[in-house]
């Protein structure tokens, strides 16, 4: 099956910025990268998975009220991965940050972010 896999989480101080990337590999018959929409999404202790951003496969992008104009989602096809450049972080964007994509059919481990 399809995986996904998140980097690039770390610590950072509230205003600052990280960018977060989502590799796919080990694609099935059906799975062509460059046609499928993705997306990221977060989750915070306590609180229910959040979708934040989605970027289908024309590059059109969607996002959150909460991360709209701090952050962008961008998608790389001939690396197979999309980035999310998170800017003017706060604390409330401490959390999981988890990649999906195939309906949200597949979804990738996730990488921590801390803000503080």
């Known amino acids: 099956h399809v995986q996904l896999v998140e980097s690039g989480g770390g610590s950072v101080q509230v205003g600052g910025s990280l960018r977060l990337s989502c590799a796919a590999s080990r694609f099935h018959s059906g799975f062509v990268f460059s046609t499928w929409c993705m997306g990221w999404f977060r989750q915070a202790p306590g609180k229910q998975r959040e979708g934040i951003a989605v970027i289908d496969n024309d590059s059109s992008t969607e996002y959150a009220a909460s991360v709209k104009d701090r952050f962008t989602i961008s998608r790389d096809n001939a690396k197979n991965t999309i980035y999310l450049q998170m800017n003017s972080l706060k604390s409330e964007d401490t959390a999981l940050y988890y990649c999906?994509?195939?309906?949200?059919?597949?979804w990738g481990q996730g990488t921590q972010v801390t803000v503080s």
């Open positions: 999906a994509a195939g309906g949200w059919t597949y």
